[in-house]
């Protein structure tokens, strides 16, 4: 009875260790081809869920902040997550990392999304600063309706319409859509207005606008992100399908 109680005792240090060497900031990078990309996981422990995990990336490269991790898997010295909504999640599906963590402190291995896989090594470089998403807010009563306007990309023409609605609690919504060779209903997590700047997120599909508001002229004058490309849009309020 005595070594057995010993064992899981020992076990328990074991588990113990293993945590605190995953829980912390990892900085690194990972291989694409052609391109090196910088990259910032923060990995911790829900301290009100014991055993659950909780994670956040950044990639500056590709415009990912703080986004969160989902289908955290630790066992042993082999780590697993996903990136949740951001890097086109919803067209190729997730992007997934799974390494293993060496004796050197060192966590590497596959960076995998559509089929396509990249190295990834990545050292420790202090405490968890895990990013907790941003929480969308209420938008002013006269930013509430439908917004639209001309952008050009590529040589062709996209039209945008962003419809704002306020929810309560839950503060503002949107309908965003960009009509170029089709129709593109982009998924909005995010919409957030401090003073008279607007943005409007969608994660999934690195696409965003950031625009101030013209009370006087009646517009919202910014512009629409592509990932890395920022190009400028004017939106304009629309009623019954004509723009004012």
Do not use: C
């Not at 490269?61 to 996903?82: N, P, Q, R, W, Y």
């Not at 949740?84 to 799974?98: C, I, S």
């Not at 596959?110 to 990834?120: I, K, L, T």
């Amino acid at each position: 009875m005595r070594f057995f109680v010993v064992l899981l005792f020992a076990a328990s240090i074991g588990t113990v260790r293993s945590e605190n060497a995953v829980s912390g900031r990892w900085e690194g990078s990972v291989q694409i081809p052609g391109r090196e990309l910088n990259v910032i996981v923060d990995l911790a422990q829900n301290g009100g869920d014991a055993g659950a995990w909780i994670g956040s990336i950044t990639i500056p490269g590709l415009g990912v902040k703080g986004a969160g991790l989902t289908e955290i898997a630790i066992k042993d010295s082999e780590i697993a997550f996903a990136i949740k909504d951001a890097l086109g999640a919803q067209q190729m599906g997730p992007a997934r990392f799974k390494g293993e963590l060496h004796a050197d402190g060192k966590l590497s291995g596959n960076f995998v999304q559509a089929g396509n896989r990249a190295d990834f090594n990545l050292g420790k470089t202090g405490p968890p600063q895990v990013e907790f998403p941003p929480r969308s807010t209420a938008v002013d009563k006269e930013l509430e309706g439908e917004w639209k306007g001309d952008y050009e990309l590529g040589g062709y023409a996209r039209h945008v319409t962003i419809k704002l609605v306020n929810r309560g609690a839950e503060g503002a919504n949107a309908d965003f859509v960009v009509i170029g060779k089709r129709t593109n209903n982009l998924p909005v997590d995010l919409v957030t207005q401090e003073g008279n700047l607007l943005s409007v997120d969608s994660h999934a599909t690195g696409l965003g606008f950031e625009g101030r508001f013209d009370k006087s002229a009646g517009e919202l004058k910014g512009t629409i992100q592509q990932g890395a490309i920022d190009v400028p849009l004017i939106l304009r309020r629309a009623k019954y399908g004509i723009i004012l």
